[in-house]
Nanobody
Framework: QVQLVESGGGFVQAGGSLRLSCAASGRTLSSYFMGWFRQAPGKEREFVAAIGWSGVSTYYADSVKGRFTISRDNAKSTVYLQMNSLKPEDTAEYYC???????????????????WGQGTQVTVSS
């Protein structure tokens, strides 16, 4: 199995940028399809972005497309989420997640992921 620890969250003004990191330990990161999700208070957990095992294929929610970039460095066992042009509606707890196997058409479904980090808070002020 794998353990995931997110970092990089914080407080930023609208239009600013943050880069989240998800450090993995345990089983090698290249074994996992990785995703980022977020959850705002009172709302369901929603898909943000995902990346395939080699890093070539990426997937984004429409709400973040063109502003966020997911990447991975398997040698460093880390997945990143670069967030630019942040908006107040991006405020949420952000989680990374790992899946050993997944149908790509289901990459946006939280229930498809096997392991989760503890989350990192992102707050965007207007």
């Amino acid at each position: 199995q794998v353990q995931l620890v997110e970092s990089g969250g914080g407080f930023v003004q609208a239009g600013g940028s943050l880069r989240l990191s998800c450090a993995a330990s345990g089983r090698t990161l290249s074994s996992y399809f990785m995703g980022w999700f977020r959850q705002a208070p009172g709302k369901e957990r929603e898909f943000v972005a995902a990346i395939g095992w080699s890093g070539v294929s990426t997937y984004y929610a429409d709400s973040v497309k063109g502003r966020f970039t997911i990447s991975r460095d398997n040698a460093k066992s880390t997945v990143y989420l670069q967030m630019n042009s942040l908006k107040p509606e991006d405020t949420a707890e952000y989680y990374c997640a790992a899946a050993l196997t997944i149908g790509l058409e289901r990459a946006g479904r939280p229930e498809e992921y096997d392991y989760w980090g503890q989350g990192t808070q992102v707050t965007v002020s207007s």
